[in-house]
Antibody, heavy 118, light 105 residues
Framework: EVQVVESGGGLVQPGGSLRLSCAAS????????MTWVRQVPGKGLEWVSV???????YYPDSAKGRFTISRDISKNTVSLEMNSLRPDDSAIYYC????????????WGQGTTVIVSS | DIQMTQSPSSLSASVGDRVTITCRAS??????LNWYQQKPGKAPKLLVY???SLESGVPSRFSGSGSGRDFTLTISSLQPEDFASYYC?????????FGQGTKLE
């Protein structure tokens, strides 16, 4: 079965760090672009990062310099290292597989919740 | 950045209704437009990609159309399980932006 499962969310203090993981099964993360998308409950969807099949990462300005996406092909996982966390980073973080560069994201995990609060 | 504007933000409808949601891009994005459905407490689900291609397993009552800047998602006959939020997303450039969503209630 093709699926992704996120883990690593939790409560962290402002300025702290957290590492999210996304375990993929049924496909190889080396052959697709993989993304992290977040959502504040009741609000819209926001890209956090993407790593393309060739390994190139991209970040929006809100994450640049603080977040790092990486992948471990041998473990078939994608990770998101988040530093200097702020309260407005609190959200549900979804890992998703890109169907292709043009064709959207066709496999989503159930999400992992990050709360940044003192 | 390309801005995506959906309308309406919320929509009241009844089972059996024909429903149309629109999405406008701030610049031309060809057919690089995808639609997602999200139910409460669940992850988004891809419905339509490349503006008009139905994702495998998605009921045929869903359809997408448009190109350039203006796009629509149509549900031909609303079913009880279709009450959800819908998001458009452009994939024309990296980190393709999402619309703000339409809540169908």
């Amino acid at each position: 079965e093709v699926q992704v499962v996120e883990s690593g969310g939790g409560l962290v203090q402002p300025g702290g760090s957290l590492r999210l993981s996304c375990a993929a099964s049924g496909f190889s993360v080396s052959r697709y672009y993989m993304t992290w998308v977040r959502q504040v409950p009741g609000k819209g969807l926001e890209w956090v990062s993407v790593i393309y099949a060739g390994g190139t990462p991209y970040y929006p300005d809100s994450a640049k310099g603080r977040f790092t996406i990486s992948r471990d092909i041998s473990k078939n996982t994608v990770s998101l290292e988040m530093n200097s966390l702020r309260p407005d980073d609190s959200a549900i973080y979804y890992c998703a597989r890109g169907k292709s560069v043009r064709d959207g994201m066709d496999v989503w995990g159930q999400g992992t919740t990050v709360i940044v609060s003192s | 950045d390309i801005q995506m504007t959906q309308s309406p933000s919320s929509l009241s409808a009844s089972v059996g209704d024909r429903v149309t949601i629109t999405c406008r891009a701030s610049q031309s994005i060809s057919d690089y437009l995808n639609w997602y459905q999200q139910k409460p407490g669940k992850a988004p689900k891809l419905l339509v990609y490349a503006a008009s291609s139905l994702e495998s397993g998605v009921p045929s009552r869903f359809s997408g159309s448009g190109s350039g800047r203006d796009f629509t998602l149509t549900i031909s006959s609303l079913q009880p399980e279709d009450f959800a939020s819908y998001y458009c997303q452009q994939s024309y450039n990296t980190l393709g932006t999402f619309g703000q969503g339409t809540k169908l209630e």
